[in-house]
C-alpha cells in the first residue's frame, strides 16, 4: 500500500549545523509530497511541497526534491536556527483521494 | 481571519464512555478531515466531511463517527471508548474546489481514555 517512511529522531543539532532528513515513500500513482511542521504547541503547517518528479519545494530556507528515481523527498537546510526545533512530518497525498499518508515524524532540537 | 479552532482542548474519559469532538474551519474552507495522531506517530486519516456527508474513510471502525453541519463545522463522536483511543486528535480543513493537498490544522484536542 501507499506508505512514507522517515528517518527516526530525535536530531539534535547546533545552530547553524546542516539538516537532512531522509524520506522515501512507496505509493502506486503520482503523488504530490509535502513536509509539515509542528512546533511546540502549535498545529501542523504546511512547510514546502512538490507535485511531481523533479520538483523542488522550498520555504524558510529548507528545500526538498521530489525524486521520482529514489523514490525520495529528503528535507535539507543548510544552517538551521533554534527557531527550526519542531517535529517535521513528510507525507504523500493523492488529490484523487484527496487523502494524506504521513510519515511518523522526525523531532528535531537545535541548540544555541 | 481565525483559523481551524478545535475544542475541547483536553479532555478525559474512562473506557467505555462515549466524546465528541468539535471542529470550526478556517473562513473560506468547506471541507473537514479528521486525524489521529497517536504519541510518537504520526496523523492518521479517520475520514472527510464535506457537504455534510462523510467522503472519504480511513481504516477506522464504526466506533468512529462524524457529522458535518450546513456552516461546515464539524464534530467527530467515538463511542465505548479504549484505551487505544488515546491520542491527539486533529482536524483539518480545505476546499474542495482548490485540491492541492494544503491542509490547515488546528491545534487539536488531546483525549486521555482511563
Known amino acids: 500500500g501507499d506508505s512514507v517512511t522517515q528517518m527516526e529522531g530525535p536530531v539534535t543539532l547546533s545552530e547553524e549545523a546542516c539538516l537532512t532528513i531522509?524520506?522515501?515513500?512507496?505509493?502506486?500513482?503520482?503523488?504530490?509530497l509535502f513536509w509539515y511542521v509542528q512546533y511546540p504547541g502549535e498545529g501542523l503547517q504546511l512547510l514546502l511541497k512538490?507535485?511531481?518528479?523533479?520538483d523542488k519545494g522550498s520555504n524558510k530556507g529548507f528545500e526538498a526534491t521530489y525524486r521520482k528515481e529514489t523514490t525520495s523527498f529528503h528535507l535539507e537546510k543548510g544552517s538551521v536556527q533554534v527557531s527550526d526545533s519542531a517535529v517535521y512530518f513528510c507525507?504523500?497525498?493523492?488529490?484523487?483521494?484527496?487523502?494524506?499518508?504521513f510519515g511518523t515524524g522526525t523531532s528535531l532540537t537545535v541548540i544555541p | 481571519d481565525a483559523g481551524v479552532t478545535q475544542s475541547p482542548t483536553h479532555l478525559i474519559k474512562t473506557r467505555g464512555q462515549q466524546v465528541t469532538l468539535r471542529c470550526s474551519p478556517k473562513?473560506?474552507?468547506?471541507?473537514v478531515s479528521w486525524y489521529q495522531q497517536a504519541l510518537g506517530q504520526g496523523p492518521q486519516f479517520i475520514f472527510q466531511?464535506?457537504?455534510?456527508?462523510?467522503?472519504q474513510r480511513g481504516n477506522f471502525p464504526d466506533r468512529f463517527s462524524g457529522h458535518q453541519f450546513p456552516n461546515y463545522s464539524s464534530e467527530l463522536n467515538v463511542n465505548a471508548l479504549l484505551l487505544g483511543d488515546s491520542a491527539l486528535y486533529l482536524c483539518a480543513s480545505s476546499w474542495m474546489g482548490y485540491q492541492t493537498g494544503e491542509l490547515f490544522f488546528g491545534e487539536g484536542s488531546r483525549l486521555t481514555v482511563l
Open positions: 531522509n524520506c522515501t515513500y512507496t505509493a502506486t500513482g503520482y503523488p504530490s
Open positions: 507525507a504523500l497525498y493523492f488529490n484523487t483521494g484527496n487523502q494524506f499518508y
Open positions: 473562513s473560506g474552507h468547506d471541507t
Open positions: 466531511y464535506y457537504e455534510e456527508e462523510e467522503r
Open positions: 512538490a507535485t511531481k518528479a523533479d
